[in-house]
């Protein structure tokens, strides 16, 4: 993953000098700001929030959202000129400050502080110990993202060694693992919503444990841009982050029914009580920060996690990488 990564920023780097960003004219005189995500998912519900409730607008943004489907993707579409803004794990962001560029992305706002994917087997287990893998077979991630390392983290808290205990099929792209499981491919799956729920109403699987509860706290997703950007439009960056800290406010002040009710729109091809399951599941282990700063601490987690991975070959400065100054105005103001 970090390889990957690297190498398409190498590439793009090259061209980045002549690039503009995305924003420009929008509509009723909003500027148009493009966001790049790493998923269209309902673990992401504040984002979505504010995007329905028209907390962007109120900010003069014009939001355009793009699923990008992959961190690597999303720093592509950063570099190129493609988006404006970048919402992924920040592990990118230092895979790609390491490089040398000038002109590297910066963390400006956190959303999530729990993993967001849940471990499913074949059959019910209300007695589940992380111990049960032991020589058995896991659908997981790619090296070098966050599910896979989140949940490499978590087998190493508990003892377990995650090259020689289990085996781990990484090589099933994401969004494809809760087929190929139902299938019968392996006897778990690690998987974000909504395919967690959507194997168990199937009948092709069970929710044993959550990785958000088990990892505990770690920087799972945040938005960031180039820094370029970022000193051309603090005025753009500043309305994001306040429209993200409205979202952040609703949902810890509503019920999961409520903010279902809200974000609907987006996952039309959710049923609705499916929808407020999902919600209730991440409310219930305080997935969404209730504000958007992201703390040193926070960063020197996600450094230890990459390091335990294999995936970070020096330290990065915190003050290099995060601004707070945003989150921590946004937060003040609403």
């Given at each position: 993953?970090?390889?990957?990564?690297?190498?398409?920023?190498?590439?793009?780097?090259?061209?980045?000098?002549?690039?503009?960003?995305?924003?420009?004219?929008?509509?009723?005189?909003?500027?148009?700001?493009?966001?790049?995500?790493?998923a269209h998912s309902i673990?992401?519900?504040?984002m979505y929030v504010a995007i329905e409730k028209g907390y962007f607008a109120d900010e003069g943004i014009d939001l355009e959202l793009?699923?990008?489907?992959?961190?690597?993707?999303?720093?592509?579409?950063?570099?190129?000129?493609?988006?404006?803004?970048?919402?992924?794990?920040?592990?990118?962001t230092i895979y790609v400050y390491q490089e040398g560029s000038q002109n590297y992305a910066v963390n400006f706002a956190q959303l999530t502080q729990r993993a967001g994917n849940f471990l499913v087997g074949r059959t019910a287990d209300d007695d589940f110990t992380w111990?049960?893998?032991?020589?058995?077979?896991?659908?997981?991630?790619?090296a070098g993202?966050?599910?896979?390392?989140?949940?490499?983290?978590?087998l190493k808290k508990n003892g377990i060694d995650p090259k020689n205990d289990l085996t781990i099929i990484q090589n099933i792209d994401f969004g494809v693992t809760a087929e190929a499981f139902a299938?019968?491919?392996?006897?778990?799956?690690?998987e974000f919503?909504?395919?967690?729920?959507?194997?168990?109403?199937?009948?092709?699987?069970?929710?044993?444990?959550?990785?958000?509860?088990?990892?505990?706290?770690?920087?799972?997703t945040c938005f960031c841009a180039l820094g370029d950007y970022m000193e051309k439009n603090p005025e753009i960056i500043q309305g994001f982050t306040n429209a993200i800290q409205k979202g952040l406010n609703y949902v810890a002040g509503h019920t999961p029914e409520e903010i279902a009710e809200?974000?609907?729109?987006?996952?039309?091809?959710?049923d609705f009580n499916a929808l407020v399951t999902i919600i209730e599941r991440y409310y219930e282990q305080d997935t969404w920060k209730i504000d958007a700063i992201f703390t040193e601490d926070a960063f020197l987690l996600l450094e230890d996690i990459l390091k335990e991975a294999g995936e970070l070959s020096q330290p990065v400065d915190y003050d290099v990488l995060v601004n707070t100054e945003y989150a921590v105005k946004a937060r003040e103001m609403n």
């Open positions: 993953m970090r390889k990957k990564l690297c190498a398409l920023f190498c590439i793009l780097a090259l061209t980045a000098g002549i690039l503009g960003g995305c924003a420009g004219s929008g509509q009723n005189g909003r500027t148009k700001v493009t966001l790049s995500e790493v673990f992401y519900a504040p793009i699923n990008s489907n992959g961190a690597d993707k999303v720093m592509t579409a950063l570099v190129a000129g493609e988006a404006d803004i970048g919402f992924m794990g920040s592990e990118a111990e049960d893998l032991k020589g058995a077979t896991v659908l997981g991630g790619r993202g966050m599910p896979q390392m989140v949940f490499e983290y978590i299938a019968g491919t392996a006897d778990y799956t690690v919503e909504p395919f967690a729920t959507s194997l168990e109403q199937a009948g092709n699987g069970y929710v044993i444990a959550s990785l958000g509860v088990d990892s505990g706290y770690v920087p799972y809200v974000i609907a729109p987006q996952f039309a091809e959710t």
